[in-house]
T-cell receptor
């Protein structure tokens, strides 16, 4: 069964450093999403992406964040200058065109020191 | 309270018993979805119910939706130890630009063998 994959599974970085989280969505999906979950808290929507542009973003997704689909398979989330409060589990998800169900990857646990 | 509040926050039952979790939300929705998350892992889609549906079944899962009360329930029948996980409801708000999901606070279910 096709699934969303994410790399790395864990990342530790120093405050102020840039990180890139990678996702490979399900191959025939056209909508892509990033969510995050701070430890012990709700899963929060960050951004949705379709047709090579951002469709919607939350207020969390400020200028420090960017997304990109650099090729036909990868979807990346970049945090330009990490802060302590960026420590969280980051989930990528994808869905079909017109699809309601989002399929989530296993997540990348980011720890900012 | 925020969009997507589950109760109870935690539920402990014996194997073979039924587990019922509830979710309340604030805004009009296109659909409501339930996800499972094993400790520290990714989100697994369980079931989706649309705003014009009142009940849906999938295996041992039964979901109801009451749009007049803005609430949903998830029933897991004949629970197993492997059902131990956190369960989240997620709503797709009506009128959004994309199908972003708003997650609830989750119910932690422990099934004792």
């Amino acid at each position: 069964e096709p699934e969303v994959t994410q790399t790395p599974s864990h990342q530790v970085t120093q405050m102020g450093q840039e990180v890139i989280l990678r996702c490979v969505p399900i191959s025939n999906h056209l909508y892509f999403y990033w969510y995050r979950q701070i430890l012990g808290q709700k899963v929060e929507f960050l951004v949705s992406f379709y047709n090579n542009e951002i469709s919607e973003k939350s207020e969390i997704f400020d200028d420090q964040f960017s997304v990109e689909r650099p090729d036909g398979s990868n979807f990346t989330l970049k945090i330009r200058s990490t802060k302590l409060e960026d420590s969280a589990m980051y989930f990528c998800a994808s869905s079909e065109l017109g699809g309601e169900t989002q399929y989530f990857g296993p997540g990348t646990r980011l720890l900012v020191l | 309270s925020q969009q997507g509040e589950e109760d109870p926050q935690a539920l402990s039952i014996q194997e073979g018993e039924n587990a019922t979790m509830n979710c309340s939300y604030k805004t009009s929705i296109n659909n409501l979805q339930w996800y499972r998350q094993n400790s520290g892992r990714g989100l697994v889609h369980l079931i989706l119910i649309r705003s014009n549906e009142r009940e849906k079944h999938s295996g041992r899962l039964r979901v109801t939706l009451d749009t007049s009360k803005k609430s949903s329930s998830l029933l897991i029948t004949a629970s197993r130890a492997a059902d131990t996980a956190s369960y989240f409801c997620a709503t797709d708000p009506y009128g959004g630009a994309t199908n972003k999901l708003i997650f609830g606070t989750g119910t932690l279910l422990a099934v004792q063998p």
